[in-house]
Nanobody, 125 residues
Framework: QVQLVESGGGLVQAGDSLRLSCVAN????????MGWFRQAPGKEREIVAA????????YYTDSLKGRFTISRDNAKNSVDLQMNGLKPEDTAVYYC??????????????????WGQGTQVTVSS
């Protein structure tokens, strides 16, 4: 089993930055790919970014490229999401996720078997 623990959410103003962190505990060999998803009220959970531990390869949702940066510390088995230039439309619950997929960086929520509890990010205008 893998437990994912997120931190770093909060209330900020438009234009501000936030850094989310997620630490994986337990069977960390099951966290081949770690990523961040978000879910706004009334919307589907969508991928934000993901990173493969072995190569450092990353995936970003096109609309967030340039503002969000994902990074991973394999020694700590953690993944961070640096969010800059936050906008009100970035308001959502952000979830850390992990998968054992060894071939690709999955983009669908259904391909991730481990989830954190979520952390709220609210951006005021």
């Amino acid at each position: 089993q893998v437990q994912l623990v997120e931190s770093g959410g909060g209330l900020v103003q438009a234009g501000d930055s936030l850094r989310l962190s997620c630490v994986a505990n337990g069977r960390t060999d099951s966290t081949t790919v770690m990523g961040w998803f978000r879910q706004a009220p009334g919307k589907e959970r969508e991928i934000v970014a993901a990173i493969r531990s072995s190569t450092g390869a990353t995936y970003y949702t096109d609309s967030l490229k340039g503002r969000f940066t994902i990074s991973r510390d394999n020694a700590k088995n953690s993944v961070d999401l640096q969010m800059n230039g936050l906008k009100p439309e970035d308001t959502a619950v952000y979830y850390c996720a992990a998968t054992t997929n060894i071939l690709t960086i999955p983009r669908s929520r259904y391909d991730y078997g481990y989830w954190g509890q979520g952390t709220q990010v609210t951006v005021s205008s």
